[in-house]
């Protein structure tokens, strides 16, 4: 008898992770989540909240867009299901800050220089691709470096900068960010408003150089 009534306990989400896992596990028929944060109500803020969920949906382009009312609402009635009585849960949107990379590097001799810097653009585009993201994850430009000094052909990384994309009217996101105040010892963080970082145009906005000792 103990077994049975402690069952139906057993599907309850009790953490924010268990919150995170059971948002990006909703049902398509009900909409789509592709990326999601828990954390607790900001401080100070006027909310009878005990849990906020920041969520954001894709396009058919698979690039990140603020998902819209009728999935929010169904975000929560889905969660509903499984929250413990005692939970409020608060469905938000998260912040898109879109950049954009230039890099110079110097090669080796004999070495073709638009095909490293190709190789370069398309080591980048994989490691910037949006489905590895999530949000409120830094931006480690060392580990660019480093990735860069990998590629055959390459013998220095000179330089990689990263700056913010935005504008609606040039297709990027509203928020503007800066991303030079926010790097921090060569770690680049994301806006305390839970935010995610997204190369949205990789094709054009990956631009390398190759330059001289």
């Not at 935005?166 to 770690?187: F, I, V």
């Amino acid at each position: 008898q103990n077994t049975l009534s402690s069952f139906s306990t057993q599907l309850r989400n009790v953490t924010s992770d268990d919150y995170l896992i059971r948002s990006l596990s909703m049902p398509s028929r009900y909409g789509v989540i592709a990326k999601a944060y828990t954390a607790k109500p900001l401080a100070g803020e006027n909310s009878t909240a005990t849990l906020c969920v920041y969520v954001l949906s894709k396009d058919i382009n698979n690039r990140l867009v603020t998902a819209s009312t009728g999935v929010k609402n169904n975000l929560v009635t889905y969660l509903n299901q499984y929250r413990m009585i005692g939970d409020v849960i608060t469905i938000k949107d998260a912040f898109v800050i879109n950049f954009c990379i230039n890099f110079e590097i110097i090669t080796y001799p004999n070495y073709n220089s638009n095909e490293v810097i190709e190789r370069c653009i398309v080591a980048l585009r994989d490691y910037f691709h949006i489905d590895k993201w999530q949000i409120n994850q830094p931006i480690i430009v060392a580990d660019l470096f480093v990735m860069l000094d990998a590629i055959d052909g390459v013998q220095t990384v000179k330089n990689v900068i990263i700056k913010n994309k935005a504008g609606t009217t040039s297709g990027y996101s509203q928020w503007a960010y800066d991303m030079d105040g926010a790097n921090q010892n060569g770690t680049i963080f994301p806006s305390l408003d839970p935010s995610i970082f997204e190369l949205k145009f990789p094709n054009t906005d990956i631009k390398g150089s190759v330059v001289n000792l």
